[in-house]
Each structure stands twice: as structure tokens, then as C-alpha cells.
């Protein structure tokens, strides 16, 4: 059974920081690459930052010196740690990982909300 569940959003001020966690249950897969999504309002949903399963990463250009994803393979989750907080990062951030065999899984999303 897989599942991925986001946590840490809210109401923060620009210039704010927020960290988001992933908590991914997918026992006995074994868990690849993941990563955080968003949409914001009226926008198509945008890559943010991935992680392989090796630690490697990539950001959106966006997001760039702001914003560092980290995993703890021995929980299972993905860490999202957001600086410096503007007001076009306004949106509702998803979780996804990569399963061997199974394929892509989301999780249902958690909103951050910038302003002041």
C-alpha cells in the first residue's frame, strides 16, 4: 500500500521560511527518486526541486539559493526547506515519489500562503 502525505503549510509573511515534510508509507516497494510540485492559482502545476534516492538534486530556476530539498531514507520522507518567501511561491506544494515496478505516486497537497 503506498501512500504520501504532506505537512507544514500555512500563513507566512514575505521574507518567511516554512519547511514541509513528506511522510511516504510503501512498504515492501522501495522508493526511487522524489520530489515537490506546485500550482499556483491560474497556473499549470511546475516542477519545484528532486531528489534521486542517491541524494543528487535539481531545481526550478525559481526557486534557485531559496529552497533545498533533503531526504531521511530511514523514515521515508522528503523535506522541503523554503527561505526567503515571496509572494509568487503562493500555492498548494505536492509531493511525489518514483516506486520500482508500481510507478508515480502524488500526494494530495498542503498550501502555502505568502503575504503580508
Known amino acids: 500500500q503506498v501512500q504520501l502525505v504532506e505537512s507544514g503549510g500555512g500563513l507566512v509573511q514575505p521574507g518567511g521560511s516554512l519547511r514541509l515534510s513528506c511522510a511516504a508509507s510503501a512498504r515492501p516497494y522501495s522508493i526511487n527518486d522524489m520530489g515537490w510540485y506546485r500550482q499556483a492559482p491560474g497556473k499549470e502545476r511546475e516542477l519545484v526541486a528532486t531528489?534521486?534516492?542517491?541524494?543528487?538534486?535539481n531545481y526550478a530556476d525559481s526557486v534557485k539559493g531559496r529552497f533545498t530539498i533533503s531526504r531521511d531514507n530511514a523514515k521515508n520522507t522528503v523535506y522541503l526547506q523554503m527561505n526567503s518567501l515571496r509572494p509568487e511561491d503562493t500555492a498548494v506544494y505536492y509531493c511525489n515519489a518514483v516506486l520500482t515496478i508500481l510507478g508515480l505516486y502524488w500526494g494530495k497537497g498542503t498550501l502555502v500562503t505568502v503575504s503580508s
Open positions: 531528489i534521486s534516492s542517491r541524494g543528487s538534486t
